[in-house]
């Protein structure tokens, strides 16, 4: 009898540590892809493919919706990255150039009619522009007065947009943006929005890959470690630090964009700081240094909040605990090390059930 | 002249630490720059490779004015630099260190390198195969994979100095190469100098070792609390009575 | 000439909300002083200290004095609390992560504070009852007075503290030189612990301050916070008399502003001021002894 229940146990055990093995699979290691391992292995079509495909299996709307969400933040994500992963600066306002692209949109296809697809673009060059304007004077200060530098641009972005409200309808927005459109074809669907979305996605995915394996990634890297020795090897470290603080906020800008299309609105309340602290915890979740763990960080998180927000008011405080539980706990990134943890955790039931069988 | 430096003066918070300094390295040669800690080499380093700017006073590469020049266009010039902190890239692999070393003979800009077309694949395929040639010169190939941050303190000296040269600079400036060295560690570095001297490099070295300095240097210059008390051939420098008498006093 | 007319009043509103500025930069300063770590959480203290004195004062009816004080100690032990949990672990941690723990520390204490006293702004009457006494065409409330009066109090018992008790002089010696101060037997950790409450206590002392002049609600804590903040860089980071002086300049500023701009962009102006600051002069006006490139 007592055999039968020990039994169970164990079977379930290995159910359970079966099944988190293969998600520690499926879950980006930074540390794996630290190792600067840039040919497109196996795992890279694996997750292709499934981002391709599970829309169409899964055709619940809702989880459609979330994943649009969780693309934006996804590109959000990558851009920041650049920036803070793999260049080593910090910037609590990426919010703002969110905010620039999607009213830069909003504005140019709600008031001048020009096409959505122009104005996707557009929205990119506009957010490339402020950073550029931005960057240089901001991006002489490290650490934490950078990160308050680039908090305040962010704040000063809002009052700016709330009050001008001539130019962006003020605190109520911009509203009846038209769907995102290419000759024609309107994606006006979740499900449209979806393939959308995550293309620009994977096309950002393919652009930062050989970004970061060319010099500019050495570069960037380089800067981060140590900028006394990038200056004596010839690179222009504050060029460097500007580069992929525009190209982060060009990525920023093409969220913002689709955004725009794809919710039809825009208004202040959602390029607040809140939204840049959420983009910076997908990079730190993420593991600073590497491409796929922001991206599957952005589908935890924008998945976590939406789980939260059927508790109504509890919601906040929850996030808010289980954003520093989080950064307690995986600092490194939560994909980091993830298979070592499970082993030691594997062994620790192991080492449970050999006390539990003494005991009897 | 290829490296010359008239009057320098620099001044830190009302602490004079170059009290006009002036000094020539020959093209070709081998010069030593020694003094107590604290005379204010480092600081003519810092000077010379752009990150500081002296207060007065010029200084001139192979002909050129490069005084209030930053570093990486120094860098760009031909001056290479290593460190008293080795500051080697510890977030990347050895190799990469190297092949950030060659960052300006790589093509490729911010937007292009996204693209990765053919010539720049092409560009990075040659750049790797010259990088692993020079870890192969250091005794480094075989961790060519490792992180930087994983070797032993030898070999990242060892690391630095290579990405120096990766760069293919004309002049190197060396702060303080076989410190913290082993003795056999310190016959390489020594070895190592000398072979590139024989490339036709010109090194400029901060270097506490007299055994080294008196092998390699063809000149040496003194500094002590930022004044030049002396200059010449080593063996004469070592006999100097002011030279002796600044690092027993500082000693 | 009209320009000019409302000028000495909003000298007056400066001068009073200088002197919460000032509260709340200090207490950045006293965090960052121990400890290296910037804690965005302070504005929160200040939000905490006016709430949690509503809540006491109208609600539990306790006397107001009793329910200031009382609030002070909770929110004290709030600041410890906030240490223990989220600053103790992470204390290895590097400065991203550092930044945002303090941010969701905030997050947590201003969105509990909506769970638990509800969204609805709170005021709480002033201290001395009467009502604004005029001098010449400008009117004081006899509440910025004791603001003011009451700052200079606080910060003269901080100058005391650090300056000439061996507790003071721990907590500066274990910022500026954390081994040596380790080497000398002070424990660095118990010295960020008292920072924190420190800090804590100065927050919701400005938070009482403030609240009878200008409503508290859950979301204030943020803004204040910043502001606070940034008169600390503006006056001169890590220097107690730099974040006083720049509380009370960024506080005249601001108020002065409100002549020459629309007031919607009254918020905006100590960002202004803050981009201004740090690109011109970052070490701030007294100039700082913590700017260097290693940390800052």
């Known amino acids: 009898m007592v055999d039968q229940v020990h039994k169970e146990f164990r079977k379930r055990d290995l159910l359970y540590s079966v099944a988190l093995w293969l998600l520690s699979l499926i879950i980006p290691d930074p540390q794996l892809h630290y190792r600067r391992e840039y040919r497109f292995r196996k795992r890279d079509l694996f997750y292709l493919l499934s981002i391709l495909l599970i829309p169409l299996v899964w055709s619940d709307l809702h989880f459609h919706h979330l994943m649009v969400l969780a693309g934006i933040h996804g590109i959000l994500a990558l851009g920041l990255t650049l920036f803070m992963g793999y260049a080593g600066q910090i910037s609590l306002g990426h919010a703002a150039f969110f905010g620039i692209g999607a009213y830069t949109t909003a504005i140019l296809t709600t008031r001048y009619g020009v096409p959505s697809f122009l104005a996707f673009w557009t929205s990119a060059l506009t957010a490339s522009f402020f950073a550029f304007l931005i960057g240089r004077p901001i991006l002489k200060l490290k650490g934490y007065f950078l990160a308050l530098a680039t908090l305040g641009f962010g704040e000063i972005f809002l009052v700016l947009v709330r009050e001008s409200s001539g130019l962006t309808g003020g605190v109520i927005g911009i509203f009846n943006i038209p769907f995102f459109s290419i000759a024609g074809f309107m994606f006006d669907t979740y499900l449209k929005q979806y393939y959308l979305i995550w293309g620009v996605l994977i096309g950002l995915v393919f652009f930062l890959k050989n970004l970061v394996r060319s010099k500019m990634g050495r570069a960037f890297l380089a800067v981060a470690s140590s900028e006394d020795g990038a200056s004596s090897v010839g690179i222009d470290v504050a060029r460097i630090k500007l580069g992929a603080f525009v190209i982060g906020a060009a990525f920023a800008g093409l969220a913002g964009s689709l955004f725009a299309s794809v919710m039809s609105t825009a208004n202040p309340e959602i390029f607040s700081l809140n939204l840049s602290v959420l983009i910076v915890m997908m990079v730190i979740l993420g593991g600073m240094g590497n491409l796929y763990g922001p991206i599957a960080a952005a589908i935890f998180l924008t998945f976590m909040i939406d789980g939260l927000s059927r508790y109504q008011e509890y919601s906040l405080p929850v996030y808010g605990v289980i954003l520093i539980l989080l950064l307690i706990f995986f600092p490194d990134g939560i994909g980091t090390r993830l298979r070592v943890r499970l082993i030691y955790l594997i062994s620790y039931w192991g080492r449970k059930r050999r006390r539990e069988k003494v005991e009897f | 002249m290829f490296l010359l430096l008239e009057e320098i003066v620099k001044n830190y918070d009302g602490l004079r630490a170059l009290n006009r300094v002036s000094l020539q390295v020959r093209k070709g040669t081998v010069k030593g720059l020694m003094g107590p800690n604290g005379a204010g080499k480092t600081t003519l380093f810092h000077l010379i490779s752009g990150m500081e700017r002296p207060d007065s006073g010029r200084i001139q590469f192979k002909g050129k004015e490069i005084t209030g020049l930053r570093t990486h266009e120094i860098a760009r010039i031909g001056v290479g630099r290593t460190f008293q902190t080795i500051q080697i890239f510890g977030n990347m692999t050895v190799v990469e260190n190297v092949l950030t070393g060659m960052h300006l003979r790589i093509k490729g800009g911010l937007l292009s390198s996204g693209f990765y077309p053919p010539w720049i694949k092409r560009g990075e395929e040659e750049a790797m195969k010259e990088a692993k040639e020079i870890l192969e010169l250091f005794g480094l190939f075989g961790r060519w994979k490792w992180f930087a941050s994983q070797l032993s303190y030898g070999e990242q000296k060892r690391l630095e100095m290579a990405r120096a040269l990766s760069a293919r600079p004309e002049l190197l400036l060396l702060d303080e190469p076989a410190a913290g060295l082993t003795y056999p560690e310190a016959k390489q570095v020594a070895e190592t100098l000398s072979r590139l001297k024989e490339t036709g490099l010109t090194l400029f070295l901060i270097e506490h070792h007299m055994g080294m300095v008196m092998e390699i240097a063809d000149e040496v210059a003194v500094l002590n609390n930022g004044q030049l008390i002396a200059e010449g051939p080593p063996d004469v420098v070592k006999r100097d009575p002011r030279v002796i008498e600044a690092y027993l006093l500082k000693k | ?296």
């Open chain 3, 1 to 296: 000439m009209d320009l000019l007319y409302p000028l000495p009043q909003l000298l007056v509103s400066g001068i009073t909300f200088g002197a919460i500025y000032a509260l709340v930069g200090l207490g950045f300063v006293t965090i960052a002083r121990a400890s290296q770590i910037i804690n965005f959480a302070q504005g929160e203290f200040v939000m905490l200290g006016g709430m949690i004195t509503f809540f006491l004062f109208k609600g539990a009816d306790l006397p107001y004095p009793l329910a200031g004080l009382l609030a002070v100690v909770i929110v004290v032990l709030i600041g410890f609390i906030l240490h223990l949990l989220v600053i103790y672990p992470l204390r290895k941690a590097s400065l991203p992560i550092l930044l945002m723990a303090t941010l969701g520390a905030s997050l947590v204490l201003s969105s509990t504070s909506a769970l638990f006293f509800g969204t609805l702004p709170k005021a709480l009457p002033p201290f001395l009852g009467s009502g604004p006494f005029e001098i010449g065409k400008i009117s004081i409330s006899p509440q910025s007075l004791w603001v003011v009066g009451a700052t200079f109090l606080v910060l003269l018992s901080l100058y005391l503290l650090s300056h000439r008790t061996f507790l003071g002089k721990a907590m500066e010696a274990s910022s500026t030189d954390p081994l040596g101060a380790d080497l000398s037997g002070i424990a660095r950790d118990r010295m960020i612990f008292l920072a924190f409450g420190v800090s804590a206590g100065l927050g919701s002392l400005a938070g009482i301050f403030i609240t009878p002049l200008f409503y508290v609600s859950y979301h204030s804590g943020i803004l204040i916070g910043l502001k606070g903040f940034i008169a600390a860089v503006l006056g001169g980071w890590g220097k107690h008399s730099g974040a006083i002086l720049g509380g009370f300049v960024l506080g005249v500023v601001e108020s002065l502003s409100v002549a020459f701009i629309p007031s919607g962009y009254k918020d905006g102006v100590a960002f202004m001021i803050l981009l201004l600051i740090l690109y011109f002069r970052p070490k701030g006006i007294l100039g700082s002894p913590f700017i260097d490139s290693r940390r800052w």
